[in-house]
């Protein structure tokens, strides 16, 4: 299965290079007969659209565009460049240059008083807070940008701080708080047919069920947003259903199916490089090796995942490896490893918390 899996992420990659290759000459032909400032407009348009299955690519349309846009003196769309570019350093795991293009985003709003762009980077930093463990922080700043968007009367920048919201209130176990948001954003875009943002409101609520140990509704929606995924050819959004599926399999004893599923989810993460949901899929699939009783296929994973969160530099998401590779050396009964990944990942809690009360003293 190790041998075969590692086949099959090699081919996925080879042959995404070369979609890829396609996906960028089509743009070259597009920009090239355009004037500086509809290349500006294309570029950030691809950015944008293309951060899920080709955030290489995206980074470097961005980058293109900010360098065009300092060219030309077209400062007004530099807050909306810096912003798109952080977003997708965000979801690659790459959080120092996502608060470095964050902050350069919200100084430039300010600046050039784009108060859209302002919400945004409010937001945006308050995600990035959240996936560092600053979950206080990242409701404060969340709640800033989403006064702003309910001041312009801003239905998807409302929408998008509702998201980080539902998802902030689920990681404090307030449910109820957690589904009031989540369904405020699932409104919001079946009002303005934004289906992309319906069906990712739909994950978030999804693992709320779940935490609700209602696996059954959690398990229809999965089913449903996978398939709406499927019709659309969209990768990432299928990558986090299977991940869900296999967690309820996996919280069922149904390992076997846990591991297909989970498998699919890393080879799909792996071919488009999502380094944060590639971190998950690891400990995933070492955990779900260890319940299988093949411990050293678990151990080359788990240790795939300690290598990974070294690069990614979260205390977060050390604390999640740290926790699984406990749990995982647990399962094996090696308990002087237990112990001490347990007392590696109660050191990283304890630095989340220290981060947190040193934020909390800066000016934001």
């Known amino acids: 299965m190790k041998s075969l899996t590692a086949k099959i992420i090699l081919l996925l990659i080879l042959s995404s290079s070369i979609y890829a290759q396609d996906v960028w000459q089509d743009l070259e032909k597009k920009v090239k007969p355009l004037h500086d400032s509809d290349k500006i407009t294309q570029y ?62 919200f100084e430039a709003s300010k600046q050039y008083n784009d108060k859209t762009q302002l919400a945004y980077a409010y937001n945006n930093l308050g995600s990035l807070h959240r996936l560092m463990g600053n979950g206080s922080l990242a409701i404060e700043q969340t709640f800033k940008g989403l006064n702003i968007f309910e001041e312009l009367n801003d239905s998807a920048g409302i929408a998008f701080c509702s998201l980080n919201l539902g998802v902030l209130y689920t990681n404090q176990k307030n449910y109820t708080k957690a589904i009031e948001y989540l369904q405020k954003v699932i409104n919001i875009r079946k009002r303005i047919d934004d289906k992309p943002g319906e069906l990712t409101a739909q994950l978030r609520i999804a693992e709320v069920y779940f935490e609700l140990a209602d696996y059954d509704k959690a398990y229809s929606i999965y089913l449903y947003i996978l398939d709406e995924h499927k019709k659309r050819n969209e990768a990432i959004g299928m990558a986090f259903a299977y991940g869900g599926i296999s967690t309820i399999f996996f919280t069922r004893g149904n390992y076997n199916e846990a591991l297909n599923y989970r498998l699919k989810s890393l080879e799909i993460n792996s071919k488009i490089n999502q380094q944060v949901a590639i971190l998950t899929d690891y400990c995933q699939v070492a955990l779900i090796h260890a319940r299988l009783n093949d411990f050293s296929t678990g151990k080359s994973f788990i240790d795939k995942a300690i290598d990974l969160a070294a690069t990614i530099k979260s205390f977060y998401f050390s604390f999640i490896v740290y926790d699984a590779a406990a749990e995982f050396y647990s399962l094996q009964r090696d308990f002087q490893n237990a112990f001490n990944y347990s007392e590696m990942a109660a050191q990283m809690k304890d630095s989340i918390r220290t981060l947190e009360r040193l934020e909390k003293k800066c000016p934001n």
Not at 49 to 73: M, V
Request: charged share 20%; no cysteine.
């Open 44 to 105: 950030l348009e691809f950015t944008w659209k293309n951060g899920g299955d080709h955030p290489q690519l995206s980074i470097k349309a961005g980058q293109i565009a900010l360098r065009l846009i300092e060219q030309n003196e077209l400062y007004s769309k530099k807050p909306l460049a810096l912003n798109y570019l952080g977003v997708i350093h965000r979801n690659l795991g790459n959080y120092k240059d996502a608060l470095l293009y964050f902050s350069k985003g």
